[in-house]
């Protein structure tokens, strides 16, 4: 009874273990791109001559998301990018780019 039950937990452990890790480097790179994302929204509302830069950079992310289908992600990246559009033409909305960057990080 007793080496049953020690069976049954180890299985569940080795199964957890590959179930489980495998998805940690991924959360860890997601997270790493938001913060990617936060630092280029800023230097771009800093300096609007790296905005050119900067969404070359959000329109590889908008086009990896489209890639791996995830249509919600790639949807508030292109608001993004037309944010920062506008953000080149001195129309400033950084309250709106800063609700965009927190939807990104929720739906990225």
Do not use: W
């Not at 129309?91 to 709106?96: G, I, T």
């Amino acid at each position: 009874m007793i080496s049953y039950q020690y069976k049954k937990n180890k299985f569940l452990f080795v199964l957890f273990i590959f179930l489980f890790l495998p998805l940690t480097p991924l959360m860890a790179n997601q997270s790493r791109d938001f913060l990617v994302i936060d630092s280029l929204v800023k230097s771009c509302y800093r300096d609007t001559k790296s905005c050119n830069k900067v969404l070359r950079q959000i329109n590889n992310y908008q086009k990896n998301a489209a890639v791996n289908k995830k249509f919600s992600c790639q949807t508030r990246l292109l608001g993004l990018e037309a944010n920062l559009i506008m953000a080149t033409n001195s129309n400033f909305k950084r309250k709106e780019a800063k609700n965009i960057v927190d939807a990104i990080k929720k739906y990225c």
